[in-house]
């Protein structure tokens, strides 16, 4: 008996102290006003970029099967971007009406775009010579757009990791994930005194060898330095499946769904990555996603109430592609245009579909019109909600009315001005965002 009340005490202090090194003391988490300020942004540029540009195949996921880990490991040496320039690619960002720039300081292949000082394998040691994050963290400052981080858990080229090859099942006795996790944490320590990012986009986190306790720790490491930090939810371990939503015991700030838009979720905040291309890293003649697709996604996510975090691959030179350029400049013509229905608004209170979605602010309901064939639109009923009036954002009043059940019918011009989302305003009687 006495055997067993030792075992249960036992397994009770295991489980107790695991759950504690699981969880994030809620003191320290990222403030609501914070969170808020970074869901206001509703638009970022993602960058997937190192030497693997060099091959045009996928950055690390190529390593050891499209290209030979020998090679892959090698190309760093050649890896000479003279023709970039931090002011082009956040100008570009800016012009595109991304309010955020995310850079993979360091992705599976372990490349480090900084002058780390906890690994030989980085830019310094390339014939470039020059700390890429750093020229971008300037020239966000100097642009005033948010300067953000991505951040790899798992490095397939660091000994100390485990797994050395994508999908690798077989952890190497030779390596030691501790020794792994003081680099890293002295990795982050230089990225976040160094450059001060306002948010780090973790990755990486769904291998065996990260443990969801690693995580916790390194969340809490992490707003020791910078309390407002923003943090995704990719620094603990993966549940498995898709990148989890934000539920109990996720440790991070935000959900990240990828290559799609999240589920409209007025609680938890979330943002969508995805690319404008097809491969995260720049590919030749990677097929470019049409206008309508770029305004749509951009719609939907912010109808959903999430931002987008849209992923631009330059080329080995250090150019972004000029197609890509043109892309996200017709994205930010459009921005100019409606703006207002996209940044610093709620989503909802409809579920985005293929005929519209909603976004809101104050008294005013911002209709995204994406299919303008029927000559009517229904919004279905807000309870106690009545439309004062209605018009086109930046044009002309729209035709509307009312029926007894409280549904909305909007009555469409035969020519709306923008095939791809008109944007029609309705100011209520109550303010939009509490409904
Ligand atoms: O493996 C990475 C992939 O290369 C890319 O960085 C995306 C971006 O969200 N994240 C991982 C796949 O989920």
Known sequence: MKQLFTLLVLLSTFYQSNAQTTAVNPSIKTSKAVLDDFMDQRFGMFIHWGPVTL??????WSRGTNVPVQDYDNLYKEFNPVLFNADTWV??????????LTITSKHHDGFCLWPTKFSDYNIMNSPYKKDIV???AKACKKYNVKFCVYFTVLDWHDPNYPIHLPDGKNADPKSDIHKFIATMKSQLQEIVTQYHPYMLWFDGNWESPWKNEYGAD???????LDPNVII????????????PKLTEGIIGDFATPEQKIGELNMKNPWETCMTICQQW???PNDNLKTLKECIQTLAKTSGGNGNLLFNVGPMADGRIEQRQINRLKEMGDWLAIYGESIYGTKGGPYKPNEIFATTRK???????????????VILPALEGVKVNQAYLLKGSKINYSQNTDGSIVLRLPEHLPNADDSVIVLELNTNAERI
């Open 362 to 376: 104050n008294n005013k309901l911002y209709v995204h019109i994406f299919d303008g064939k029927s000559a009517d």
């Open 281 to 283: 890293a720049w590919k």
């Open 134 to 136: 750093g020229e971008l």
């Open 232 to 243: 995704n939810n990719r620094i603990g371990a993966s549940q498995g499946g898709e990148h």
């Open 55 to 60: 091959r045009g195949t996928e950055i690390g």
């Open 218 to 224: 390194l969340y809490t490491f992490l707003k020791k």
């Open 91 to 100: 100008k570009t960002a800016k012009e595109a009406g991304m309010k955020y």
